[in-house]
């Protein structure tokens, strides 16, 4: 009997362009989450505000949506003392987001969010490379336990953590996507290029589901990297998860600078550029998502943008050299 598609690539099958969420910490933040609280710790405490974020973003339009965890290995958890409570804390995340997608009306992609440790693997920093892994499959395994349907790794810098992290996934057993976060002249912090992203976990398990960038400087450079990723290999499913732009503070507050129609032109031209997954990272709200979903339901075929295309809709690049 053949392995059942996974639900991601089903629907991915199914509609050609999937709508990824907004962003969960700079909205937790619009809900009263403080500077230097831990977001994943308001599943246990804000449980409710967590659920309306997500319903917010499936009435926005999203396909799928991340968990609360993006923090949620123990090097970040210990932070806030809360290292000893890594499953819990990711389970009761996924939980929470498991039961909102089971709630809509239309199949809802339930993603774990991973973001990196926060510690420099070896020879640049003291972690080794199985105590990543470790780590890792300690928080991937609460996600599975809370029923997400994939691992989302994310905003990752380092190619190295990048296969730990993958490894992680397929030893508890599931499939997963990573992206990376470029910003230095159009690299990761680690040096990675996007044309590079594709090799990076290619032998392990059967492969990632996706490959892409998320976060980084704005929707101009995540279309940049983006361009350098399909050229690289066009069959590939590529996701970008965009900000809106470098944040300006006023009167206390963040303010990012994109607008919904700006976002909007962002998911037409990442379209054309060969984008299967869309969504938007910081500062992205339901209005911005809202935007997005209708450029994409009302989208008509254009040709592969250029970078000069790209600049003239979008604006200038904010770290230059791609």
């Not at 230097?36 to 949506?65: M, S, Y």
């Not at 498991?98 to 440790?117: F, L, M």
């Not at 336990?145 to 599931?174: C, F, N, Q, Y």
Request: overall charge negative; aromatic content about 4%; charged content about 20%.
């Amino acid at each position: 009997m053949p392995t059942p598609a996974n639900p991601l690539a089903a629907l991915l099958a199914e509609k050609g362009v999937l709508l990824a969420d907004g962003a969960m910490g700079t909205s937790l933040f619009a809900l009263g989450l403080e500077p230097g609280q831990a977001p994943e710790l308001w599943n246990e405490r804000h449980p409710e505000l967590v659920v309306k974020l997500h319903r917010d973003f499936i009435q926005a339009g999203a396909d799928i949506i991340l968990t609360n965890s993006f923090g949620g290995t123990h090097h970040r958890l210990k932070l806030h003392h809360a290292q000893e409570r890594v499953h819990g804390i990711n389970k009761i995340a996924a939980e929470i987001a498991r039961s909102v997608a089971d709630e809509a009306d239309r199949t809802i992609i339930v993603a774990g969010s991973v973001g990196p440790t926060g510690e420099p693997l070896m020879p640049t920093g003291a972690l080794a490379y199985e105590d990543t892994v470790s780590a890792f499959v300690e928080q991937i395994e609460g996600l599975q336990a809370g029923g997400v349907d994939i691992v989302w790794i994310e905003t990752m810098s380092s190619p190295h953590e990048i296969r730990a992290a993958a490894e992680a996934a397929v030893k508890v057993g599931l499939p997963y996507i990573y992206t990376a976060s470029f910003h230095v002249g159009g690299r990761t912090m680690a040096g990675l290029h996007p044309e590079d992203i594709h090799g990076i976990a290619a032998d392990i398990g059967e492969g990632p589901l996706a490959v892409g960038a998320n976060c980084g400087t704005g929707p101009a450079d995540t279309l940049a990297s983006l361009l350098f990723m399909t050229e690289a290999n066009p069959s590939a499913a590529v996701a970008v998860k965009s900000n809106c732009g470098i944040p300006e503070a006023h009167d206390g507050q963040l303010h990012y600078p994109s607008t919904p129609r700006l976002m909007a032109d962002y998911a037409s031209l990442a379209r054309d550029a060969g984008a299967r997954i869309i969504g938007g990272c910081c500062g992205t709200s339901c209005d911005h998502l809202a935007a997005m979903r209708q450029a994409l339901d009302d989208y008509r075929l254009g040709p592969r943008p250029t970078l000069e295309a790209i600049i003239e809709r979008i604006g200038p690049l904010s770290s230059p050299g791609k």
